[in-house]
């Protein structure tokens, strides 16, 4: 029975192709970022490996063998092939960002706005995951993600896009009702929809720490733009952002139910592995989200500016 022998160490492959492609063991070092003497070990012990000699050492300079020059043909194939493999998988990798945000976000501000970032990237597939939970960048599952926070995770470099602010909103046939809105106590015809912490701290804001009656909210749905969706629908005054529901603002759909902006002191952010901050399709969609960000901040800047921020 033979034997089979064991394969060489990989790091005096890798040694021997450098050397053989530069016709240098200095050279080799330089690349390799170590020493001439660590490279002619290396291929000493490649040599010892195989019983065959592939350089034939001078005083100033290194020859390859007979046998050396048929080993490094095939070497220097193999690793020019998988380098070009390598290029390829950058490439391919360059082509797709996953991102994960969450859903209010994604449904009502981020989606209507794709288009525009098609259009002026076709080279980049975009594939976006909804989640209320943030998800582990480190994973490999996803380039980057929309968070909402203070901004601060360890081993993630942040941008701030959007301030967390949030208002009474309703649909315009209920301009009337929302006018008893100030007092927390009032038992409405017109539900409120939303987080009651929310409620709880745009009450804050308003002043007033009355504990609001259970009876004062209508269905309860598990996102913001469901609240939003049912306000519209006409079925309560929902607490939402004027920032993430411009568009229904602008068309009319919606109208402030109070002139009073509230925030809990947070941020949307993008974030992205610091490790990550050299790809390109990060920051071009980086580049590209902020400027959306940025024009809607400045056409949601009375907002913005009279927002009372109340710590939860």
């Known amino acids: 029975m ?15 192709e450098a050397a053989a492609r530069h016709r240098s063991f200095a050279k080799a070092a330089e ?11 290396h291929i000493r012990r490649l040599e010892a490996h195989i019983g065959v000699t592939l350089f034939v050492r001078h005083a100033n300079q290194v020859t390859l063998t007979a046998p050396g020059e048929i080993v490094a043909r095939e070497a220097l194939h193999a690793f020019a092939a998988l380098r070009a493999s390598f290029v390829r998988a950058v490439d391919a990798d360059e082509a797709r960002l996953s991102l994960t945000t969450l859903p209010t976000l994604a449904t009502s501000w981020l989606t209507p706005k794709l288009g ?7 080279d980049i597939l975009l594939c976006i995951d909804v989640s209320a939970v943030a ?9 980057a993600a929309v968070r909402n926070g203070h901004g601060r995770w360890p081993g993630l470099q942040t941008t701030e896009l959007l301030p967390s602010i949030f208002m009474p909103l309703c649909a315009p046939r209920f301009s009337g009702a929302a006018k008893q809105l100030e007092d927390p106590d009032h038992v409405r015809e017109v539900p409120l929809l939303g987080r009651p912490d929310w409620w709880a ?6 002043g007033r720490t009355e504990r609001i009656s259970p009876r ?3 269905t309860q749905l598990a996102y913001e733009h469901l609240d939003v969706a049912a306000a519209v629908a006409g079925q309560g ?5 004027p920032l993430l529901f411009k568009d229904d603002l602008a068309a009319g759909r919606l109208i402030p139910a109070h002139s009073l902006v509230a925030s809990d002191g947070r941020a949307f952010w993008l974030t992205h592995p610091v490790t990550r901050q050299a790809s390109r ?3 071009t969609f980086k580049e590209w989200l902020c400027d959306e960000a940025s024009s809607d901040r400045r056409v949601a800047r009375g907002y913005i500016k009279r927002a009372v921020v109340v710590t939860p």
């Open 31 to 41: 690349e390799l970022d170590t020493s001439a003497a660590s490279v002619s070990y």
């Open 135 to 143: 998800e582990d960048l480190t994973a490999g599952q996803f380039d």
């Open 216 to 218: 004062a909210f209508g």
């Open 116 to 122: 525009r970032f098609r259009a002026k990237h076709p």
């Open 281 to 283: 399709k990060i920051q």
């Open 201 to 206: 701290l745009w009450y804050r804001a308003l």
């Open 2 to 16: 033979v034997t089979e022998q064991p394969f060489p160490s990989l790091v005096s492959i890798r040694a021997f």
């Open 237 to 241: 005054i929902a607490m939402g952002s």
